[in-house]
């Protein structure tokens, strides 16, 4: 059986693999856990050496493998060009750093004498969403190697070639059998959960991640999930409203809007809201809408179908229940994948809209009148990735963050931290975390090893 990969842009078939029958699934696991022990052995400098290699592979094949994602995905080929480039440029400062993070620590007190080690699990389950096709496999397969784990990575069935492109650079510098690819959608995902694995590390739905942690609880699975999130921009009265409607737009409505950070709610203080609106809608005009191997294109189409219609869907609900369009929406009875830049204004209260995750290019606009009520608005709701503020005064900016309950607040720019901080979600946005020393532990089983001292 087949998983045939199209182009969302064009529906022309791109190419096939071949579906992991889910009874085949537990063998694909005993063999895993039989290379585990050898991978395990050769220990951690040695296995960071080995994966050091893939660098060069990985660049030497980037412009390929960034087309091919493109025509499987539809973001604009300088992107996705981008993101398997990053993965091959940082990957030598990514080991370094996870050896340091994963390497072992001597403790004393006068009586005993503690190694702390860090330990692989066994059997890692990497299982990935389509929006980052290569990245996200990046950010799950990388560090359950390093830290020693065998890892089965069953890669999104709406983007099974670039997920297998990314196995292939890995395979080529690994020993057999301690990386393989589980291909199929969620029965395979489920499949894969229920069978012989020590970590689950998962990035994708809220929904997915809590059957997964549900499924993992009889064996006490160890669990990773990275999970979707409701964004919000808070813009206060002092800020840039230039800047920040700039921000705004580019951030709701890159990738199509299919970013976990994407921001998907805009609550702007009520004494700057008109000119925010207006300016909001002049940057969101400017983005060029295509085909992805367009030069021109800022935004390419959504991912299929599907995922247009239930984006459709929740935007057309709150038209009924009165919101009103502020930009864009002339193209939501459109054949096919794209969806124009769109928001939405005078939102009803309980509209999904407003608080579930929309996955595509909307946002919506509210306004408030004092800061407090500006933390009330961000905080409603289940999800807690990320969050912005802009404001023109830092000090207040950083009042409001500490009261946001996200994982990662930017002020006056994008949510990612420093190099070394974690990609975190708070609420159910996450469980667990990964990157940086903080996360790359994570994908290891922390033990002690004591002796009498003295
Ligand atoms: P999804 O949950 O539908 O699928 C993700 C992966 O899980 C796919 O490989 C799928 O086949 C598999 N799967 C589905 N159901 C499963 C189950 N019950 N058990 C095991 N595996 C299962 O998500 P998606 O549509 O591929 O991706 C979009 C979602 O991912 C959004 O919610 C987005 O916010 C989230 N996401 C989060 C981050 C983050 O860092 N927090 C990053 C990227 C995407």
Redesign the pocket.
Known sequence: MLLHSHDPATGELVGTVAITPVDAIPDAVARAREAAKGWRDLGLEARAACLARAKEVILQRADDIGRQLTREMGKPLREAVGEVRSCGEGLHEELDEMVAALSPEVLHDGSTHTELRRDPYGVCAA??????PFS?PHWMVLPALVAGNTVLL?????TPLTGQAYADCLQAVLPPGVLQVVHG??AQ??AL?DADVDLIA???????GS??LQAAAGTLKRVLL????KDPLVVLGDADVEAAARHAARNAYRNCGQV?VSTERVLVDASVADPFEKAFARHAATLTVGHGLDEATVVGPMIDRRQRDAVVAQVKDALHAGARLLFGGDDLDADGNFLRPLALVDVPRDAAVRLE?T?GPVATVETFTTDDEAVDLANEGVYG?GAIVFSGDTERARAVARRLDAGMVGINRGVGGAAGSP?V?AKQ??YGFHSGPHGHRQFAQVRIVSTREG
């Open positions: 299982i990935t969403p389509w929006n980052y996200m069953k890669p999104s069935e709406r959608d969620g995902g489920r959960v998962f990035t994708g739905s809220r929904a997915a059957h997964i990275e999970l979707g999130g976990c995750e996955f990735l990609w979600g946005s996450g």
